[in-house]
């Protein structure tokens, strides 16, 4: 398949938006982690607040760079190995952590912290090979 430059170009915008978003989920989700710790530690409920915050900061770029992903790869209609980034916790476990807030919903909500930023990490790397490939076919 011959792809025109614009397309390339395209594409290679959408891949730098994606990576913008998903350094910036990164950046939340080492933040949340922090709040985290402190949270595991005796913390009381701002500290919950300030945590659920920052994870739904990241989840609001992860989506961001979600979509950024999908329109590039509907552009080339190409498979990758790129796979949904890991969301963070919603639903019961978000509720539990913010009505019980206590030692095993926290231990729970970090552990889902830390998957979801090797996810993003993982992500980021295969977007930059993804761009490398991009550029080296202008």
Known sequence: MDFNTF???SAMENCDKALFYLHSALNELNRAFGWGVADILGGAI????AKRKKMENANK???????NINR?????KSPTSITNVEFLPGGFLSTTDMIFDNFISDVMVQEKIKNAQASVKETIVKL???REKLVASL
């Open 128 to 130: 930059e090979k993804i």
């Open 72 to 76: 590039m790869l509907r552009q080339f």
């Open 7 to 9: 397309d390339i170009k």
């Open 46 to 49: 701002f500290i919950t607040l």
């Open 61 to 67: 770029d992860l989506l961001l760079a979600k979509n």
